[in-house]
């Protein structure tokens, strides 16, 4: 074969990778119509997405949506970096917004979708995406409350049933401990203790009756209820009942791998990581509430956002993608294969009933929502701020600084970085 026919054919097959990419996570300019940008973080979300917007654009020949994937660890820096530029998506998931909001780059959603839309999302979601009476964001989905996983077969090994993880408790009257020592004579690790701030800081810090904002958006979590609840948490890893923190600082999800692979007993995370345990895990399984501390159990719950570019050169195709998003018959496609659950409140007992067909019971990450929660932080300069303070907490959580010293120059820095963002 001449070498100028390998070149062509060669162009010829990056050209036919190159439209099967782009079929497979939207839909390229040149079949015709408008396209709107869907920037998103997760990748195990385009085939749900790819459902709805293909449903939707059926309805709408006109349109066209293109989804781009920019994965977590680059999202927030390199979304900041758009927005300022100018060349951020039409429509984009958020969980941190206030910043863009404050500037004028956001769509006021609750203006461009009525009033109708807003009165059917969760309304913790709601709550989260509005500033100052403004909705910011149309919810997709939210994260329930914070469970544990347990590996049952662990738990047989060490002749503790899963009866007796739905009363344990962490504090003065510890439960919970002794029953780790157990689970750490049979397995490699017991508990993942560490610098996860969903999952377990705030959990625990709640627990414990602190709170890492108050209701002036200043930072409280350097409290004696924070020293309880971080000390407790280092506490497990000095004792080895937990990973160390150089194994859970060298990627975020390393608790979640030990526990697929058969050495972590119980793993305490949210529905965020239930379809992948579901798929992946090769030993019996199950979910319990999580323990409780001296104020009760006490979580926090997230929820998921889409933002309307306020710049988008097409507004009227981006509100309707977004209106499209934001209902019931859009937002259902995340429910199915029990994803994650939908936003719109007719939708989510879809994601029950998917979980209850599988035989997994759902009940503890929605049951410890009907306490108190602890919230999860926001404001100005909040992701530089909590940069900041998870790099401080980091050193806590491998010994380097005592939990007191740490909180009081955690919470020093990341005001610092708020006021300096």
Request: aromatic share 10%; glycine share 10%.
């Amino acid at each position: 074969m001449k070498t100028s026919t390998k070149a062509v054919l060669g162009i010829a097959l990056a050209a036919v990778l190159l439209v099967a990419a782009a079929l497979w996570l939207g839909r390229t300019a040149t079949g015709g119509g408008t396209v709107v940008r869907l920037r998103i973080w997760d990748q195990s979300f385009v085939p749900a997405y790819r459902s709805a917007l293909d449903a939707f654009e059926k309805a709408n020949p006109d349109v066209r949506v293109r989804i781009t994937v920019v994965p977590w660890a680059n999202y927030q820096q390199k979304l900041r970096l758009d927005v300022a530029g100018g060349t951020a998506d039409d429509l984009f998931w958020t969980n941190l917004y206030e910043d863009y909001a404050d500037a004028g780059r956001l769509v006021d959603v609750g203006r461009a979708l009525g009033p109708e839309a807003v009165r059917a999302w969760d309304p913790s979601a709601v709550a989260q995406y509005t500033r100052h009476g403004t909705l910011w964001a149309a919810p997709q989905f939210v994260d329930g409350g914070t469970a544990v996983y347990y590996n049952r077969d662990l738990l047989a090994a060490a002749g503790v049933s899963p009866a007796e993880l739905a009363d344990l408790h962490w504090g003065p009257a510890d439960t919970f401990r002794p029953v780790l020592r157990r689970l750490a004579a049979v397995a490699p690790w017991a508990y993942n203790a560490g610098n996860d701030f969903q999952s377990l800081e705030l959990p625990y810090l709640g627990s414990a009756g602190g709170r890492f904002q108050d209701e002036a958006g200043d930072f409280a979590f350097d409290s004696p209820a924070g020293v309880t609840a971080f000390g407790y948490l280092v506490g497990l890893i000095t004792d080895r009942l937990a990973p160390s923190a150089a194994d859970t600082a060298a990627t975020s999800d390393f608790a979640k791998n030990a526990f697929l692979q058969g050495k972590l007993a119980l793993f305490q995370s949210g529905t965020f990581d239930l379809a992948q345990i579901a798929k992946q895990a090769r030993f019996h399984w199950g979910v319990a509430t999580m323990p409780a501390g001296p104020a009760g159990r006490v979580s926090t719950n997230n929820a998921i956002g889409v933002a309307a570019n306020a710049a988008a050169p097409h507004p009227d195709a981006t509100r309707r993608v977004l209106a499209w998003l934001g209902s019931a018959d859009g937002n259902r496609y995340l429910a199915r294969d029990g994803a994650t659950i939908p936003a719109v409140v007719a939708d989510q007992p879809m994601y029950r009933e998917f979980w209850a067909q599988a035989g997994v019971d759902v009940a503890p990450f929605f049951d410890v929502l009907n306490g108190p929660r602890v919230g999860s932080g926001g404001g100005p300069g909040f992701p530089a701020a909590l940069q900041a303070i998870t790099a401080v907490l980091s050193e806590m959580f491998a010994g380097r600084i005592p939990v007191p010293e740490a909180l009081s120059r955690a919470q020093t820095a990341g005001r610092a970085a708020a006021a300096g963002s």
